[in-house]
């Protein structure tokens, strides 16, 4: 099974920072790696599906970059509603499709 | 545009079987690999499996031998079984909807549902 890591499991940010999360997986993904945002209590949403491909509607302040094991999610500019917990999914390995354990942006 | 809702009992005692629909509204059953995906409180999220119209399906190797999921494209719904539930199967329950074409990514949510396994 292809496992995902991400790092780091938390970070602490203030408004307008640049805030980058990674995600690592055990084995080349190429670029079939997808980022989620959820919020507490509701469903997880896509930001960014195959590597770096802005899901519509999504800010532009979100990029997604990378291939084979490293991919990093950006927020350029951090704003309030951002706060909240960031997940990868690859789907190399389809059908079988696997999460990152999440990280947690929270306000410093 | 296109919504889902999930349904089913909220309480399951342990060793029983734990059955969810999801309501697809808004558009058609009849396209895409619709999924089960589930998150224990404060943890991360796990892929359950999919189905397609054709009822083709596919399962997380880790639940196989527990899981079955349907698809009735009559009411727009699908379903998911879990049999031999045990407390670790406590979770918030989604479904949603995948499209191959952004990767395999899933791009419309439920709002998703609590199950509790307890006797």
């Known amino acids: 099974d292809i496992q995902m890591t991400q790092s780091p499991s938390s970070v602490s940010a203030s408004v307008g920072d640049r805030v980058t999360i990674t995600c690592r997986a055990s084995?080349?993904?190429?670029?079939?790696l997808n980022w989620y945002q959820q919020k507490p209590g509701k469903a997880p949403k896509l930001l960014i599906y195959a590597a770096s491909s802005l899901q519509s509607g999504v800010p532009s302040r979100f990029s997604g970059s990378g291939s084979g094991t490293d991919f990093t999610l950006t927020i350029s500019s951090l704003q309030p509603e951002d706060f909240a917990t960031y997940y990868c999914q690859q789907s190399y390995s389809n059908p079988l499709l696997t999460f990152g354990g999440g990280t947690k942006v929270e306000i410093k | 545009q296109v919504q889902l809702q999930e349904s089913g009992p909220g309480l399951v005692k342990p060793s029983e079987t734990l059955s969810l629909t999801c309501t697809v509204s808004g558009g058609s059953i009849s396209s895409y690999y619709w999924d089960w995906i589930r998150q224990p409180a404060g943890k991360g999220l796990e892929w359950i499996g999919r189905?397609?119209?054709?009822?083709?399906?596919n399962y997380n190797p880790s639940l196989k031998s527990r899981v079955t999921m349907s698809l009735d494209t009559s009411k727009n719904q699908f379903s998911l079984k879990l049999t031999s539930v045990t407390a670790a199967d406590t979770a918030v329950y989604y479904c949603?909807?995948?499209?191959?074409?952004?990767?395999?990514?899933?791009?419309?949510w439920g709002q998703g549902t609590m199950v509790a396994v307890s006797s």
């Open positions: 189905i397609y119209v054709s009822g083709s399906s």
């Open positions: 949603a909807r995948e499209r191959w074409e952004f990767n395999d990514a899933f791009d419309i």
């Open positions: 084995q080349s993904i190429t670029r079939y």
